[in-house]
Each structure stands twice: as C-alpha cells, then as structure tokens.
C-alpha cells in the first residue's frame, strides 16, 4: 500500500507543537516576572538611598539650613492592562501645615519623551543636582528593562494570536 503525503502529513501528532507552544507562552510570563521583580529592584535600591538622603536634607533644613532643598523625582512601576509601565513622578515639596505634621501633596506623572524612556536633558531639569546621577543611572537600567518588557509583551500578544487562531480551528 502506497501511503500519499497528504496522509502522511495528515499522520503527523500536533501535540508536540502544542506543548512547545504553551511552554514557550509559560517561559514569556516567567521572563516578565522576572523582569518586573527586576524594576522591581532597581526602585527599591533607588528609593531606599532617596529616603536617606532626603532625611539628612530635613533634618539640616529644620536645623536651619535653607541651601538644601529635598529630592523632586521617584520611580514607580505599575501595571495597565497587562502591561508593565516604568515612569517617573515629580513629587511636591515637603510642606508642613500644623508644627510637625506633614501636609499631604501628590506626586505628578513626568510624561517620556522617547518610546523607551526619558532623556538626560528632561529628568536633569527636574530634578536636584544632587540627585541627577543616581536618576540617570536608574534610568539607565529601567530603559533596558523597558526595551526586554516590550519585546515580552509582543510575544506574548503573539501567543494570544496563535492560540485563539488554533482554538477556533
């Protein structure tokens, strides 16, 4: 018996491409934890130094001081509709209403001016002298973050598109 290739091919077990499919999806979601916890990290270093240096600024400040002024941005990290975004707020400056007790003001989004990110000349204007390097650096890394999230993100969009492609078939 002659076997065509329409049968042979037809003969062909998909549930090997299906399973290298979902582990391909599973090691996307994996590398955009890893990726967030990575963010994740450089905020927090960057944060924890920022409190530091702000509380000496204060401190000097209510000892008199007034040629110290604290930080003006932090980075955050949030997540939109599946989507990891890294930016920048300016934050206010401490104000105190009643003797001792801190007024409550918000921080503000600072918009990128880049697809990936921000611009030396953007972040140094909003921020202390003091603060730029560390701003820099941290930005540094986040627009290496970004760059690796959004490849993740196209990805995994292509994943949904395959596998809603596959089910309807």
Same mark, same amino acid.
């Given at each position: 018996?002659?076997?065509?290739?329409?049968?042979?091919?037809?003969?062909?077990?998909?549930?090997?491409?299906?399973? +290298?499919?979902?582990?391909?999806?599973?090691?996307?979601?994996?590398?955009?934890?890893?990726?967030?916890?990575?963010?994740?990290?450089?905020?927090?270093?960057?944060?924890?130094?920022?409190?530091?240096?702000?509380?000496? +600024?204060?401190?000097?400040?209510?000892?008199?001081?007034?040629?110290?002024?604290?930080?003006? +941005? &932090? @980075?955050?990290?949030?997540?939109?509709?599946?989507?990891?975004?890294?930016?920048?707020?300016?934050?206010?400056?401490?104000?105190?209403?009643? @003797?001792?007790?801190?007024?409550?003001?918000?921080? &503000?989004?600072?918009?990128?001016?880049?697809?990936?990110?921000?611009?030396?000349?953007? /972040?140094?204007?909003?921020?202390?002298?003091?603060?730029?390097?560390?701003?820099?650096?941290?930005?540094?890394?986040?627009?290496?973050?970004?760059?690796?999230?959004?490849?993740?993100?196209?990805? /995994?969009?292509? /994943?949904?598109?395959?596998?809603?492609?596959?089910?309807?078939?």
């Amino acid at each position: 018996m002659k076997v065509s290739a329409v049968d042979a091919v037809s003969a062909v077990d998909m549930t090997d491409v299906e399973l +290298i499919a979902n582990d391909l999806n599973q090691a996307a979601y994996v590398a955009r934890e890893a990726l967030i916890n990575k963010a994740e990290e450089i905020k927090q270093t960057y944060w924890d130094w920022w409190k530091v240096v702000n509380r000496e +600024i204060l401190t000097a400040i209510s000892q008199g001081d007034q040629t110290k002024k604290t930080g003006r +941005i &932090t @980075p955050r990290i949030r997540t939109d509709k599946g989507k990891v975004i890294i930016f920048w707020e300016k934050r206010p400056r401490i104000a105190f209403g009643s @003797p001792g007790s801190p007024k409550r003001s918000y921080a &503000t989004y600072i918009a990128p001016t880049q697809r990936r990110g921000y611009t030396k000349t953007q /972040l140094a204007n909003m921020c202390q002298s003091w603060e730029w390097q560390a701003v820099w650096d941290a930005e540094l890394k986040f627009q290496q973050v970004r760059e690796l999230l959004d490849i993740n993100n196209e990805t /995994l969009k292509s /994943l949904r598109g395959y596998f809603k492609k596959t089910q309807s078939s």
